[in-house]
């Protein structure tokens, strides 16, 4: 089983402090341009200038996390550790930590398929007025979701998939799929009480 190190950088700004993760990164290992996630809260009908306007960013980061099960943990861990810190609140972080861990598995396990040569890219961002975003990408295929049957209906309740997509949409305030399927945006609003 190979040895996960986990390494922290901090760069402080003038009202922002971001942390970047990078799990396992190997030498020369890249995301293409595409790959980037937009990790802003604002709004889609806002302009880049009335976000920036309106925004109360107070703690981001971007996490590159290698293509094995057991990455899940350790990352998981550490981001919860800081979104307790800097913006979830207690009553939140059990629904925030099991859709993260979903995600995040989803991403390794359907999505790249365990493959070591491809990574799974996490970006969390708190924001006072508009709450946590949660983004994770992997380099996989993609898929429809609305293809997936709820594992409520008769002719699935036996079926293995599809549980962790429901979980995700019960425990979050908004769940969006985007870039054919390859990237998860997750949304828990301040004071929410799902």
């Not at 595409?34 to 976000?51: H, V, W």
């Not at 390794?108 to 983004?135: P, Q, S, W, Y």
Request: net charge negative; proline share 6%; charged share 25%.
């Amino acid at each position: 089983m190979p040895t996960h190190t986990l390494k922290l950088l901090r760069r402080e700004e003038a009202a922002e402090s971001t942390m970047s993760f990078y799990f396992d990164k190997p030498a020369g290992f890249q995301f293409k341009p595409s790959q980037y996630l937009d990790c802003s809260l604002r709004d889609p009908a806002e302009t880049e200038t009335e976000a920036e306007a309106g925004s109360d960013l107070t703690w981001r980061v971007d996490v590159v996390v290698a293509s094995t099960i057991e990455a899940i943990s350790p990352v998981v861990d550490q981001l919860m550790h800081s979104l307790k810190t800097s913006c979830c609140p207690p009553e939140q972080e059990i629904a925030v930590e099991m859709a993260l861990r979903e995600a995040l598995a989803n991403a390794i396990v359907h999505g790249n398929h365990e493959d070591l040569h491809k990574k799974v890219r996490v970006c969390c961002a708190c924001d006072a007025k508009r709450g946590m975003l949660i983004v994770v990408k992997d380099q996989g295929e993609g898929f429809d979701p609305s293809k997936i049957p709820s594992p409520l209906a008769r002719q699935s309740i036996l079926s293995e998939h599809g549980r962790g997509i429901f979980l995700i949409n019960l425990l979050m305030d908004e769940v969006q799929f985007q870039k054919g399927g390859t990237e998860i945006r997750m949304r828990k609003y301040p004071h929410a009480t799902r």
